[in-house]
C-alpha cells in the first residue's frame, strides 16, 4: 500500500477541501470513501474533470454538513483520486491516495464546497541511532501486534518490515492501527519525526498492553471451557456406553425416584421445600461426589419419615384392662393407675400431661406393660434407651456438616416405628449422664414437653418434626437417679418385685406357655413342674424380677427341644429333684446364717438398681487411739451414718459396760462388702449400730434377722423407702425377722403380699434399744424417751408394740 515516492513539488496553493467523516487520510497510503452528499459529488467530479488534486482533511464533528471552514481540522493531506465509480442510486466510491500533508492557511470558498490556499508541510527528520532505533523498535511492536490479530493479512507483516524510511513507516503504522481520529489527527500534524515515531510507540505498547490482556482472559476462559467440555464430552460418551450396555444412569432414575417418594410422603409445607431445593441440588452435581451422596442420604431420611402416617386410637377402657390381664399377672395396682391415666386421656381428648414412667428393678415386666398399652391403644411400639448417653447430639442428631452424621434417637425411633405417633418407651431415663458434650437431659426436657415438642427441631434434619402426636412412656431402675425436672414432668408408678409365689404364678401362667411355643414344644412334650419352678426361682436365680426366671425355663425347653428334634417320641417331666439335670448345680446358697455366725456382722436391706438386697456390715474393734475406718466404697451419707451411730453407742458406753477409756483405746473398722459397689444412703444406720455393738460386746447378732432404718445421733429410728423391695429381699434370701422403722409399719401392711407378712416376724422400732434388743438377744440400753427435759430410763414408749 505505500504509494510511490512524495509528489512534493506540484502542489497547487489552492485546494478543493475534501473533507472525511471517519479517520484521517496520511501520505502514502491509499482509503476507499463513499461520497453521498450533493456538493461532494461536484467537488469530486470537479476535480477529475480539471486533472488536479485535492486537499483531504479529518473533520471535527463528524455530523456537520455541509461542513464550514471551523468544521475542519487544518492540517491534512493532499489526495489523488486514483479511481471513481457511480454507483447506480447517484453516490459515487472514489479510491484516493495521499500524498503529502499540507496546511490551510486561509479558506477561499465555501460554496458549493470549501476551498483555501494552501502550504505544503515539510518532514523534520534528523538523521539520528534514536530515529533508527525508534523505527526498528516501532516495526518490531507492529509485527508483535499483528501477532495478536488472526485476521489481519498477513502482508501487513512483509510490509512493515520492508519500509526504511521513518516517514512512510510512521504513516504506515498510523494508518493501521487502531486509534482514535483525534490521535491519528496528532500523529498527522507532528512534524517531527522523532517526536512522531514516540508518539506511535506510546500508542502501540497502550494497544498492546490492552490486547494481552484481552489474550490471557481469553485463554483462561479458553481454559476453563476447554475443561467443562471435556467434561461434557466424557459425560455423554460415558452415557452413550450405558444406553448402549442398557443401563440407564443411576443419577437421574435416582432423581426420578426421589421426587416420587417426596411427594408419596405428603411433608409439611416448609420439609417438602427444603427437600425439593436439596433435590434440585442433586441433579447438578455429579453422582461421584462425597456432596451427593450426603445430599442423597439426608433426602433418604426425609421420604422415609412417617410424616403424615398414623394409626387410629382406640381408647376402649375395658379393652384395655383385657389387654393388660392377658399379658400381665396381677400387677392390679399398676393397671389400675394405666387405665385411670388412660381413661383421663380419653376424656380430655389430648395426650399432653404427665408422662407416665415405671420404676422398678429389671425382670418386673416395665417393658412388657409399655407393649401391652400400645397393643391396646393400637399404636406402634417403640424402644429406646437412653441409658449411659452422655452426648446430647445422640438425642438431637448431629449437623449434617459431619462426616457420617444421623439423626437424633427419636427421629430414628419415629423412622423404626413407621408411624408420626407411636408409644415410645424411653428406657433407663435414671441413667442419663451429662458431660462437655452437653446435657442429653436438657434435650430430653425438650422432647418430653408438650409444650415445645410439636417443632423438636433434630439438627440433622434441621427441620420441625411434630413429636406431640407420640406417647411416651419412661421407665427407670431408680428414682433417685432421676433428674429433678425431668421427674417433675412424670407420674411415677412402682414395681417393686414379686414374690417368690407370685413368681411361680407368673412362671405357669405366662413364661411357660410363651417358651413353649417359642420353642416349638407343646405342654405334652414337656412338663415343667410347680416344684421345679419354685426351685428354679430360689436357687437358680436371685432377682426382683422374672427376667432371668424366664431364662432358665427357656434354657431347659430348648434342651428338651433337642432331644425331641432327634427323637420325636421323647417327653420330658422337669421337677425339683431333676433341674440340676438341666440348669447345672444350684447357683445360690443361704448365705446369711455363714456370713453372720463371726462376731460383728449384722445383715442390713438395701435398694440397688436391681431391686431390693441384702447386705452384711461388719465391724471390728481392735488396740488402738480411737480411730474410725470405713471401707466398701461408701458415699458420704452413709458415712455419716456410721459416725452418728458409733457416737451414740459411745454416749451409751456405761450403760452397756464398756469402760470409760475404751473408745480412746481402740480403733474401730466398719466394711460393708462387695467393696467395688459403691453405696449410699442412710438405711444402713441400724445394721451399723447393730454390728458395732455385736463387736463391742462380744455378742453375736441373729442370723435369722435382718434391719433397715436410718438412725439418729440420739438413737432414734428414723423411717426409710423401698419397704416392699427390702422386705422381699430380705425373703429372697431366707430371712425370717426383719426389725423395720416404725413409722414404717403401714407401708409393710399396705405394699407387702399378704403370704409375705403371714411367713415372716416383723419388729417395729423406733428407738436404737429396741433395735439392739432385737438383733442381739437382750435389753443392752435404756430407751431414750424425753419427759420434761428428763430421759426417762423405765417407759417404754406406746409405740414400740409389734
Ligand atoms: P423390665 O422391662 O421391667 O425389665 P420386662 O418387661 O422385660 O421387664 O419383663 C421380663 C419378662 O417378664 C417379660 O417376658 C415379661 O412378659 C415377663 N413379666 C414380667 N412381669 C410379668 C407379669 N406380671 N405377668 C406376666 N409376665 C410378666
Request: aromatic share 6%.
Amino acid at each position: 500500500m505505500p504509494k510511490a515516492p512524495r509528489e512534493s513539488s506540484n502542489v497547487p496553493t489552492e485546494l478543493a477541501i475534501l473533507p472525511l467523516q471517519d479517520g484521517v487520510l496520511f501520505p502514502n497510503t491509499v482509503m476507499p470513501m463513499a461520497v453521498t452528499k450533493q456538493w461532494g459529488i461536484k467537488l469530486v467530479e470537479d476535480a477529475l474533470k480539471a486533472g488536479v488534486p485535492v486537499g483531504v482533511v479529518a473533520l471535527k464533528d463528524r455530523d456537520a454538513s455541509p461542513p464550514g471552514p471551523d468544521d475542519v481540522h487544518l492540517v491534512g493531506t493532499v489526495a489523488i483520486i486514483q479511481k471513481m465509480i457511480k454507483v447506480p442510486d447517484g453516490t459515487l466510491r472514489c479510491i484516493i491516495s495521499g500524498t503529502v500533508p499540507f496546511r490551510i492557511d486561509e479558506f477561499s470558498q465555501a460554496q458549493p464546497y470549501l476551498a483555501a490556499h494552501v502550504e505544503q508541510l515539510e518532514e523534520i527528520t534528523p538523521e539520528s541511532d534514536e530515529l533508527t532505533a525508534l523505527s526498528r523498535n516501532l516495526a518490531g511492536q507492529y509485527t508483535r501486534l499483528l501477532g495478536y490479530l488472526p485476521s489481519a493479512p498477513k502482508e501487513l507483516e512483509l510490509e512493515v518490515n520492508n519500509i526504511s524510511d521513518p516517514n512512510l513507516l510512521s504513516y504506515f503504522v498510523a494508518s493501521t492501527m487502531r486509534l482514535d481520529v483525534g490521535d491519528k489527527q496528532a500523529v498527522l500534524e507532528e512534524r517531527n519525526t522523532l517526536e512522531r515515531l514516540k508518539m506511535l510507540t506510546a500508542y502501540l505498547s497502550r494497544e498492546l498492553d490492552v490486547l494481552e490482556l484481552g489474550h490471557k482472559i481469553q485463554t483462561d476462559i479458553q481454559k476453563e471451557m476447554d475443561k467443562n467440555q471435556r467434561e461434557y464430552y466424557l459425560r455423554q460418551q460415558l452415557k452413550a456406553i450405558q444406553d448402549e450396555l442398557g443401563e440407564t444412569d443411576p443419577t437421574q432414575a435416582d432423581i426420578k425416584d426421589l421426587r416420587e417418594k417426596i411427594e408419596a410422603a405428603k411433608m409439611p409445607e416448609d420439609a417438602n421445600k427444603a427437600a425439593m431445593r436439596e433435590l434440585d441440588r442433586l441433579g447438578k452435581i455429579p453422582s461421584a461426589s462425597p456432596e451427593y451422596s450426603v445430599i442423597r442420604t439426608y433426602l433418604d431420611w426425609l421420604v422415609t419419615l412417617p410424616w403424615s402416617v398414623t394409626t387410629q386410637d382406640s381408647l376402649d377402657i375395658e379393652e384395655a384392662r383385657k389387654i393388660l390381664d392377658e399379658d400381665h399377672y396381677d400387677l392390679e395396682k399398676v393397671k389400675d393407675r394405666i387405665l385411670e391415666y388412660l381413661a383421663v386421656r380419653k376424656l380430655k381428648n389430648t395426650l399432653s400431661g404427665p408422662i407416665l414412667c415405671f420404676v422398678g428393678p429389671p425382670g418386673v415386666g416395665k417393658t412388657s406393660l409399655g407393649k401391652s398399652i400400645a397393643r391396646a391403644m393400637g399404636r406402634k411400639f417403640v424402644r429406646l434407651s437412653v441409658g449411659g448417653v452422655r452426648d446430647e447430639a445422640e438425642i438431637r442428631g448431629h449437623r449434617r456438616t459431619y462426616i457420617g452424621a444421623m439423626p437424633g434417637s427419636f427421629i430414628r425411633a419415629i423412622r423404626d416405628a413407621g408411624s408420626a405417633n407411636p408409644l415410645i418407651m424411653i428406657d433407663e431415663i435414671d441413667k442419663v449422664g451429662a458431660d462437655f458434650r452437653g446435657d442429653p437431659s436438657s434435650a430430653l426436657l425438650e422432647v418430653l414437653d408438650p409444650e415445645q415438642n410439636n417443632t423438636f427441631r433434630d439438627h440433622y434434619l434441621d427441620l420441625p418434626f411434630d413429636l406431640s402426636r407420640v406417647l411416651f412412656i419412661a421407665t427407670a431402675n431408680q428414682l433417685d437417679t432421676v433428674q429433678p425436672p425431668l421427674r417433675d414432668r412424670m407420674e411415677i408408678i412402682s414395681l417393686a418385685g414379686y414374690t417368690q409365689a407370685e413368681k411361680i404364678m407368673i412362671a405357669r401362667k405366662y413364661l411357660i406357655p410363651k417358651q413353649l411355643a417359642a420353642n416349638g414344644l407343646t405342654s405334652k412334650k414337656c412338663r415343667l413342674m410347680t416344684d421345679a419352678v419354685a426351685e428354679i426361682a430360689g436357687n437358680y436365680t436371685r432377682e426382683a424380677g422374672v427376667r432371668n426366671l424366664e431364662r432358665e425355663i427357656a434354657t431347659i425347653f430348648r434342651k428338651v427341644a433337642r432331644k425331641v428334634a432327634s427323637n420325636p417320641k421323647f417327653t420330658a417331666v422337669v421337677t425339683a429333684k431333676n433341674v440340676s439335670e438341666y440348669l447345672g448345680k444350684q447357683r445360690f446358697f443361704a448365705e446369711v446364717a455363714k456370713r453372720t455366725a463371726s462376731m460383728g456382722v449384722a445383715t442390713g436391706l438395701a435398694v440397688t438398681s436391681v431391686g431390693g438386697d441384702i447386705l452384711f456390715v461388719e465391724s471390728t474393734i481392735m488396740p488402738g487411739s480411737g480411730k474410725l475406718t470405713l471401707t466398701g466404697q461408701l458415699g458420704d451419707v452413709m458415712k455419716e451414718s456410721a459416725q452418728a451411730a458409733l457416737s451414740f453407742l459411745r454416749s451409751r458406753s456405761e450403760e452397756l459396760g464398756l469402760d470409760k477409756d475404751y473408745f480412746s483405746k481402740h480403733d474401730v473398722h466398719i466394711h460393708v462388702p462387695a467393696g467395688a459397689v459403691p453405696k449410699d444412703g442412710p438405711s444402713a444406720g441400724v445394721a451399723m449400730a447393730t454390728s458395732l455393738a455385736s463387736a463391742m460386746l462380744n455378742k453375736k447378732v441373729d442370723s435369722g434377722v435382718a434391719m433397715t432404718g436410718e438412725v439418729t445421733l440420739t438413737g432414734q429410728v428414723l423411717p426409710i423407702g423401698g419397704v416392699k423391695e427390702k422386705v422381699l429381699a430380705a425373703r429372697r434370701a431366707g430371712i425370717k425377722h426383719v426389725i423395720l422403722p416404725l413409722r414404717n409399719e403401714a407401708d409393710v401392711i399396705e405394699d407387702v403380699p399378704p403370704e409375705v407378712r403371714k411367713a415372716m416376724k416383723f419388729t417395729y422400732a423406733d428407738e436404737l434399744s429396741q433395735v439392739l434388743k432385737a438383733a442381739l438377744g437382750e435389753k443392752l440400753i435404756s430407751p431414750a424417751v424425753v419427759v420434761n427435759g428428763r430421759r426417762n430410763g423405765n417407759k417404754l414408749p406406746a409405740a414400740a408394740r409389734r
